[in-house]
């Protein structure tokens, strides 16, 4: 493939992947475009099409028809065709989140900046002014990017922000616009294997089913990526992880026992990843008040001290506090695990609202 293609034409892609015979008027209102912009996207396309040799998409004034054929190549593509992926060209936001994705990963790694120039395929200049728009908004979460000539670029701050921070960008990607382009993207350029990524997919799959967890939503997606790229990171010890929660409320836990197991499967066996993650769990998850785990009277009696106190400086008096804290110990026990471990939650219907 010959024709490079950057983030507006992948959206136009992807959207006739989805559904190949479209109205212009639809592009034009959904990713809010003029008809130049669309029709220009529409070209890079067809000299895609051109260059494989495959059927050239079909358009007016009014309708845009991807023909079966060239669906079924951008459908193969987008999973793991290398080449197509070397073709792709970030913007400044994708870059900056793929420079993250870099710290992060490959935090056992020597990485100069000629390991970023040739990651990002761009110049000095361009990766000079991305990594500064990078830490300023680093910043907010107390994260800073250093560097030595001994150990290269690398992240500082505290282990729980750093993790965090992951957690925000691929929920925000996922959660709210549904695009896990970059990540797989990421996992291809870097040569990580996306295969490998879907192996642990469905490892993941496999052990929840076991102990009976359901995630919020059905998002194993997010979970695999999350899991995925943090498991470079959870080899190491991490004192401060172990530091943050009493072990004992975990222990007997169907979120520990998933994942010790998990973990171990991975050759990890170090407490604080067993902590962290079961906790990471713990805050995905509505509690159960009929599920009555070793964190049981510690979370129902901090949530009848919050009913209390809100009685006392409301002037309200409730009847029967029993069914009310029953309703709220649901949502107060993920939020506990949450800000013990500063784990994101992200609701996309937040900026509706």
């Keep these: 493939m010959k024709t490079s293609i950057n983030k507006r034409v992948r959206k136009v892609i992807e959207k006739l992947i ?4 479209n109205k212009l008027d639809y592009f034009l209102n959904h990713f809010s475009l003029k008809k130049s912009q669309v029709e220009y996207a529409l070209k890079k396309i067809n000299l895609i099409l051109e ?3 495959l059927p050239l998409i079909e358009f007016d004034s009014k309708e845009i028809i991807l023909p079966e054929k060239s669906r079924q190549y951008f459908l193969d593509a987008f999973l793991d065709d290398e080449e197509f992926f070397s073709s792709y060209e970030m913007d400044a936001d994708e870059r900056s989140k793929y420079i993250f994705l870099m710290l ?9 900046v000629y390991h970023f120039l040739d990651s990002l395929s761009i110049g000095k200049t361009s990766f000079t002014n991305t990594s500064h728009q990078l830490e300023i908004e680093l910043e907010n979460s107390n994260i800073g990017i250093a560097y030595t000539r001994e150990e290269g670029y690398f992240l500082t701050g505290a282990e729980v922000e750093i993790r965090a921070k992951l957690i925000t960008l691929i929920l925000e990607d996922l959660v709210i616009d549904g695009d896990d382009f970059l990540y797989r993207y990421f996992l ?19 052990f929840l089913e076991k102990y009976a967890i359901s995630l919020v939503e059905n998002r194993l997606k997010e979970f695999s990526y999350i899991f995925f790229l943090l498991l470079p990171r959870l080899r190491k010890v991490c004192k401060e992880i172990e530091d943050k929660i009493d072990q004992k409320l975990l222990i007997g836990t169907k979120e ?57 400086l409301s002037g309200v008096r409730f009847k029967d506090k029993t069914p009310i804290i029953q309703r709220l110990y649901s949502h107060f026990r993920p939020v506990y695990y949450r800000l013990c471990f500063h784990l994101p939650i992200i609701n996309n219907l937040y900026e509706k609202i």
């Design 51 to 53: 260059d494989e040799a």
């Design 256 to 312: 520990y026992a998933f994942s010790k197991e998990i973990l171990a499967h991975f050759g990890i066996e170090n407490q604080e990843a067993i902590i962290y993650i079961s906790s990471w769990l713990l805050g995905s998850a509505l509690g159960d008040i009929n599920d009555q785990g070793p964190d049981f009277q510690m979370v129902y009696e901090m949530t009848a001290h919050i009913v209390q106190r809100f009685e006392m």
């Design 104 to 112: 992060f990963y490959w935090q056992d790694n020597y990485l100069s």
């Design 188 to 206: 291809i350029k870097e040569k990580i294997g996306f295969d490998d990524f879907k192996k642990v997919s469905e490892t993941i799959l496999k």
């Design 18 to 21: 989805e559904q190949p015979q």
